[in-house]
């Protein structure tokens, strides 16, 4: 038995980790753009990156050098340092350097970036921010903040996960995102700090495993940035781990954010669940689930406040997977409109249908009717706003 509790601090809560994040011309207005975390001990680190084919050059530079251990990590915003070819490597090892020159105490930094593509890293600023930084300030909401890119706000979490011995250890992570995103790994920037023992050989997979059902199952508008990341820190400093604990606190930090990151999709107004039950399979499920998340036609709907159930039937009808009108069941928050073949959409039954829509987060639940496989995906609304922040991003 195990109980978690909400706390503050972010990636700072955990036993001997700090961060912080500061401004250093990146962006305009004196909006903070360069963060750190640091850990007072060398950590174990494993990450999964995007599934794009051209990846960023910090990510490429993270692989280069294999990193393995690390306690600093160093993160701007306004720029992506993608499709920059070796420079953008170059750059960030020079920056790096001169990380290490200025804070002896830094072993094995690693870089991550969000921001415009195809633009040369500003390096002379970062270097000359890196200045201002102290490695023992505990400022996770700076940190959050100075990662953003068009989010409204930052998104942190942490907790406190007490064992049955009386035992604990802590978690805290933060994540940016809002557009650029799409279920093919983890859409955005996420960074997890804890002090848990965990053995190193088991981090990666349950990183893999957390992320299939929380930042593979979202999406805002389809697509997949060239910077994703999602990165565990563990300094192991608390001395105590359990499997089953960490497992369900890694999922929870996780599954919170990613919930953050729809609710706070560029333009987003209302945060949907998308449950499929009744699959061939769980594969398939999933299939479906994301379908309907990345339709243009539901999503706009979804804005609309519009019940149109057609247009959730045809997406999964397209999605390619085993399904059959007979057999399917649609139905919004508690309102069937669809029943193995039956239409249930009399005036009525739109206008709950309706109600339901204008909530800010509802769920909209498809049952196949052909198997046990189930999934559920997050999605977004798209309106005019986020039209408007994306044919403005650049300027």
């Known amino acids: 038995m195990f109980t978690l509790m909400s706390i503050d601090g972010g990636v700072c809560a955990p ?43 910090p990510i490429l530079h993270f692989k280069k050098h294999s990193v393995q251990k690390t306690n600093f990590v160093l993160i701007n915003s306004k720029n992506a340092n993608a499709m920059t070819g070796e420079k953008g490597i170059e750059d960030i090892e020079q920056i790096l350097e001169s990380a290490c020159n200025r804070f002896k105490d830094i072993q094995n930094p690693v870089m991550s970036s969000t921001g415009v593509i195809g633009v040369p890293l500003p390096k002379e600023k970062i270097i000359k921010g890196l200045e201002s930084f102290e490695l023992e300030k505990k400022d996770g909401n700076s940190a959050a903040t100075a990662i953003m890119t068009t989010d409204s706000y930052e998104k942190q979490i942490a907790f406190e996960v007490k064992l049955e011995s009386e ?48 930042f593979n199952a979202i999406s805002v508008d389809g697509d997949t940035s060239t910077n994703d990341t999602v990165m565990l820190l ?6 105590v781990y359990d499997k089953e604990a960490f497992s369900h ?31 061939v399979n769980d594969e398939e499920a999933a299939i479906a689930a994301k379908a309907l998340t990345n339709s243009l036609l539901v999503k706009t709907a979804l804005y609309g406040e519009d019940p149109n159930w057609g247009r959730v039937a045809s997406t999964i009808g397209a999605s390619g ?38 909530k800010d987060a509802f769920s909209i639940h498809c049952d196949i009717g052909l198997g046990n496989g189930s999934f559920t995906a997050y999605g977004c609304d798209l309106g005019y706003e986020y039209v408007k922040i994306n044919a403005d991003y650049r300027t």
Do not use: W
Not at 325 to 347: Q, R, W
């Open 249 to 279: 606190a890694l999922e929870r930090v996780m599954h919170e954010l990613a919930l953050k990151i729809v609710s706070d999709g560029e333009g987003a107004t209302k945060c949907v669940a998308f449950k499929i039950t009744g699959a």
């Open 321 to 358: 997977i085993t399904c059959d009108p007979s057999t399917l069941t649609i139905t919004f928050g508690d309102v069937t409109v669809y029943n193995k073949g039956e239409i249930l959409f009399d005036e009525e039954m739109e206008n709950k249908a309706a109600k339901v829509m204008k």
């Open 167 to 214: 035992e604990s250890f802590k978690i805290g992570a933060m994540a940016k995102g809002a557009g650029m995103i799409n279920p093919a790994m983890a859409t955005m920037l996420c960074f997890i700090t804890t002090d848990a023992a965990i053995p190193d050989d088991e981090m990666e997979k349950v990183l893999k495993i957390s992320a299939e059902v929380t």
């Open 15 to 57: 036993n001997g980790f700090f961060a912080d994040g500061k401004s250093v011309g990146l962006k305009p207005d004196n909006q903070k753009d360069l963060a750190f975390i640091y850990s007072d001990t060398l950590c174990s680190v494993k990450a999964i990156f995007t599934t794009n084919k051209f990846q960023a050059a």
């Open 234 to 239: 563990a300094n192991k400093k608390s001395g």
